[in-house]
């Protein structure tokens, strides 16, 4: 039976999951720039809290190094539209945000799957586990709360802390998901796929699954199948 995968631990993995294997035997990175971030958080969409959309979706200023002019926040600069899809991009300071905590999770991913396996893509440079969670913590404190109380028939009021309406920071609620996946037993499920060619992270689905995807488990058997036989020869 398939363990079903909860929207915080899609949210962390997929983060963690811009950085690929890009198919010539290298790592592709989907956040080099405001647009792909763009395009990730438009892929989702339907995860990510409605303030943090709206949020990358207005660019802070950015100053164009090849022009030596800044675009002021909100405004849609003509290289931001039809690249990846129309509408305005997030902000560089977005950008480095989100950047520095995926750094911050793949670290902290390195360290809950078993020792000695993290993902080769960043496994000889990954930042000190302090500093993750230091990194962590700090992002997730970036979305401004106010209290709020719950009083249900037939208990005691509750305190809880709910965020500001339409401030809500998209590099803080992805914290918040990391947070949340990494403190849930979802965490021993996860795994770095070491197949030929591949530097993901996954979530096992069922006790036996050992790769990331079938392709995966194909490109695997095919070269212990090759190793064996250059053992013997």
């Known amino acids: 039976m398939r363990e079903p995968i909860s929207r915080d631990a899609r949210l962390a993995l997929d983060l963690a999951l811009t950085l690929r ?40 200023p950015v100053r164009r190094a090849d022009r030596g002019d800044t675009t002021a926040a909100g405004a849609v600069r003509p290289a931001d539209v039809g690249a990846r899809g129309a509408g305005p991009t997030a902000g560089t300071a977005q950008l480095v945000a989100v950047r520095e905590l995926r750094a911050a999770v793949r670290a902290l991913f390195a360290r809950a799957v078993r ?14 586990v302090s500093e ?3 990194r962590l913590n700090e992002t997730a404190a970036r979305t401004p709360t106010v209290p709020v109380l719950d009083w249900p028939e037939n208990a005691g009021p509750v305190l809880r802390r709910q965020p500001v309406h339409g401030t809500a920071d998209l590099a803080a609620a992805l914290a918040h998901a990391a947070i949340a996946f990494l403190a849930s037993p979802d965490r021993d499920r996860l795994r770095a796929c070491h197949a030929p060619r591949c530097v993901r992270y996954f979530l096992k689905e069922h006790p036996r699954q050992e790769w990331c995807t079938p392709s995966c488990g194909n490109r695997a058997r095919v070269a212990r199948h090759h190793e064996r036989h250059r053992a013997r020869a």
């Open 21 to 60: 294997h890009d198919g010539n035997g290298g790592v592709a990175d989907d956040l080099t720039d405001p647009v792909g971030l763009s395009a990730w958080v438009r892929a989702h969409a339907g995860l990510l809290p409605a303030g943090a959309r709206d949020r990358a979706g207005h660019p802070d």
């Open 115 to 128: 020792p000695g396996e993290p993902s080769p893509a960043d496994a000889a440079r990954l930042m000190p």
């Open 132 to 134: 993750a969670v230091r």
